[in-house]
């Protein structure tokens, strides 16, 4: 068969044979079971022919028995497109007595043409069968019937179409073709157990790969943690004294940070295998939902999103696990937090409801990014993350979600969740009420602000003019305030907290040097990368990621959208300044080959944006040099940029500002003018936009080390 006429068939069958509910295994027996009486129909009804020609009534007899009986079969299985346990049975006891049976009539083993292989061909398609038992009830029939064969040999007397000559030419045609059957049958049931095994491996494969997912997703949670912790002793190790007790906090803080998502992956295990008790106190939950509510202010004003109370502040006594309680109710807003983007709102309601079941609800709402419909029942699955476009909007474990199904379903309820992409997210959870556990009278709250907010320690800025600016984008205001301890003494700092503020600051202010993070609310690190190379007046800026994301596959992508360096989390302090020096350096260097081409061709070493850049600048005042009152305005407004893009985009590329740029392009045209024509030195000055000779020739000294008179009069010969 050839391949597309296999995979027509393949396709026919999976439309008119197969059923929704069929499992790989039962298509593969359908399919065997298809073939193999299709092609017994073919074979048997062309011998069958031959018999009825050659006029031998009984074997004609048996070949019409046998397709009439296959036949049938077929007819059913595409009618009822099903294949019952009946079929195997009725086909291999049909095979095994019906052809006995004409043995028996044709007078014994010996003179029935070999048919005899019909039975073992029985025998060996029942290895593809998927009862075991039956198999093993094939050949005990095929055992027995051949031992009645043998033993009622001394009364049969062979029928009289059998000759010799048939009876040995059918044995060759029956040995041959049920032998290439049987091999068939037999290389079929091996290609299908490969297959299986594979389709097997296959799967072993994904769930290995679930795990690496899943291992690399809480690898990331932990890595900004440890960057913190790390680099904070560093610190402190080096200046003791200096903010002490900031620094201190910030590894508390994180350290605490670390030990809540190893607690939550203790508590996960714990409450799968059912060894998590309920530790229930009666008290008003309102006052405790209030509490936790409000500790996430801070996180919501961090994030420019606003949390609003539903509910009405009315006591409500009733049992539940404060700590459990916590945890569930905290999780659903921090997501509701973090899956908002700044100026979204987050409402919070609950409220126990009036029926004779009584239940308390609790709503978290949200205006954020919303889930897609397909991946709704999934989210409460153990380490699932929503795949999308926004699939680095933030860094998370994937276990937040599954972890409060579990704390609602331990405390006998459940949550439920709505979702539309852009519009928002509303989650519920439903809980039985009862009123049994010792009441407590004060409030039950230790809850932990969930993230460090405080940035009044910031150091002061460095505004040292003569050192490279460097624009930090990251959303973590802690690891901003860590960068700007490493990095305040050797760079002017920019910070940024996110992909668009972040391309905004960029192509405002021209940085030198670009450090990003990854994942982030809004544009994610590899997007703001691609939008800064690919704008003309960003593209010279080396981009440098730092990122929690270590593996392979990420920092692939990073460096695919033209970032310099790739840098993870947690990072070395020294690295990362020998790393951003390297890159400045480097490009001083591209710059300084560049600067000695400026009024020239460009230079191979500068990439293609920004030859086109100076390009653009070099037509513009080409045409505009003569003129005196084209100047730096005229210049940027004519490029369409800002004058601070202008001049910091000259300046990474030349190492002139805009000013020193027109006039070094006019002093070169004025150079030019004297070699090439008599016009007096005050004519070319006024002609090359200068309004007034003295300063021209004073300019004109200074860039090129002699006099313009002295060129005029040819006393200097110019290289
Ligand atoms: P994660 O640590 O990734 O936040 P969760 O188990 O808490 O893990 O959530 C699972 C996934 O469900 C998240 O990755 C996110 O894609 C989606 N999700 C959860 N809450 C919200 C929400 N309020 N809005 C949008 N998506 C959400």
């Not at 068969?1 to 197969?18: D, E, V």
């Not at 095979?95 to 070999?114: D, E, K, M, N, Q």
């Not at 990621?545 to 070395?572: C, H, M, V």
Request: hydrophobic share 45%; proline share 5%.
């Amino acid at each position: 068969m050839s391949i597309p006429l296999a995979q027509r068939f393949h396709s026919w069958f999976g439309k008119n044979l197969t059923l929704p509910d069929d499992s790989e295994e039962v298509t593969r027996q359908k399919k065997t079971f298809f073939n193999a009486n299709i092609g017994v129909v073919l074979v048997v009804g062309t011998l069958t022919c031959t018999t009825w020609l050659l006029g031998l009534p009984v074997l004609c007899s048996y070949g019409f028995g046998l397709v009439a009986f296959n036949v049938t079969l077929i007819a059913i299985f595409l009618k009822t497109k099903r294949l019952s346990p009946y079929f195997y049975i009725f086909n291999q006891a049909f095979v095994l007595l019906f052809t006995s049976f004409t043995i028996i009539r044709l007078g014994g083993i010996p003179s029935s043409g070999g048919l005899i292989f019909a039975k073992l061909a029985a025998i060996v398609y029942s290895l593809s069968l998927p009862s075991k038992k039956l198999a093993w009830w094939s050949f005990l029939l095929f055992v027995a019937t051949t031992i009645l064969e043998a033993a009622l040999y001394p009364w049969l007397t062979p029928a009289p179409e059998m000759t010799p000559v048939i009876n040995q030419a059918f044995f060759v045609i029956n040995a041959t073709w049920i032998s290439l059957f049987m091999l068939l049958i037999v290389f079929y049931v091996f290609k299908q157990r490969a297959d299986l095994e594979q389709a097997k491996a296959e799967r072993l494969q994904e769930v290995d790969d679930l795990k690496t997912r899943m291992f690399a997703n809480i690898a990331h949670e932990f890595r900004t943690p440890l960057t913190l912790i790390g680099g904070m002793t560093e610190l402190l190790r080096e200046d003791p004294q200096h903010q002490l007790r900031e620094r201190t906090e910030t590894i508390q803080r994180n350290a605490n940070k670390v030990l809540r998502l190893v607690n939550q992956m203790l508590n996960l295990a714990r409450l799968k295998d059912g060894s998590m008790p309920l530790q229930l106190v009666q008290a008003d939950i309102a006052a405790f939902l209030f509490y936790v509510f409000n500790s996430y202010q801070g996180l919501a004003e961090h994030r420019k999103v606003k949390l609003h109370f539903l509910s009405d502040h009315q006591p409500m006594v009733l049992d539940f696990d404060p700590e459990k309680m916590e945890e569930l109710v905290g999780n659903l807003l921090s997501n509701a937090l973090k899956y908002t983007p700044a100026g979204g709102d987050v409402y919070f309601d609950f409220y126990c409801t009036k029926s004779s079941a009584e239940q308390l609800v609790i709503k978290v709402k949200d205006t954020g990014i919303g889930i897609p419909a397909n991946q709704l029942v999934y989210i409460f699955d153990r380490f699932y993350r929503v795949e999308n476009e926004q699939k680095n909007f933030e860094e998370g474990s994937g276990i937040g979600l599954n972890m409060v199904r579990e704390y609602a379903r331990l405390m006998g309820g459940d949550v439920s969740v709505e979702s539309k992409p852009n519009k928002g997210s509303g989650f519920t959870v439903t809980l039985p009420v009862t009123r049994l556990a010792p009441l407590q009278m004060s409030t039950p709250v230790e809850t932990v602000s969930p993230e460090p907010l405080d940035l009044g320690w910031m150091p002061t800025e460095n505004s040292d003019p003569t050192l490279p600016q460097l624009l930090i984008i990251e959303d973590n205001p802690e690891v901003i305030q860590y960068l700007r301890q490493v990095l305040g003494k050797n760079f002017r700092l920019l910070a940024a907290t996110n992909g668009n503020e972040g391309i905004r600051q960029a192509l405002e202010q021209v940085p030198d040097l670009v450090l990003c993070d990854v994942m982030m609310p809004g544009k994610d690190g590899f997007e703001v990368c691609r939008t800064l190379k690919k704008d003309f007046r960003t593209c010279h800026i080396p981009v440098v990621f730092l990122t929690a994301r270590a593996d392979t596959s990420s920092r692939i992508i990073g460096l695919e959208q033209g970032a310099d360096a790739y840098l993870t989390k947690p990072f070395n302090k020294r690295e990362l300044l020998a790393c951003l020096r390297n890159l400045f350096i480097q490009r001083e260097k591209v710059r300084l080959k560049f600067s000695s081409h400026i009024n020239g061709h460009e230079p191979e070493t500068t990439d293609g944006l920004d030859a086109v850049f100076l390009k653009n600048v070099r037509a513009i005042l080409e045409k505009n040099y003569a003129d005196e009152a084209f100047g730096i305005e005229e210049l940027y407004r004519a490029l369409n940029i800002s004058r601070v893009q202008l001049h910091r985009k000259l300046m990474a590329l030349t190492g002139q500002s805009a000013s020193h740029f027109i006039r070094s392009f006019r002093l070169e045209k004025a150079k030019g003018l004297l070699r090439q024509t008599t016009k007096s030195v005050s004519e070319i000055a006024y002609e090359t936009g200068f309004s007034d000779a003295n300063y021209f020739s004073r300019v004109f000294a200074h860039e090129f080390g002699m006099a313009a008179s002295d060129l005029r009069k040819g006393t200097v010969k110019l290289p």
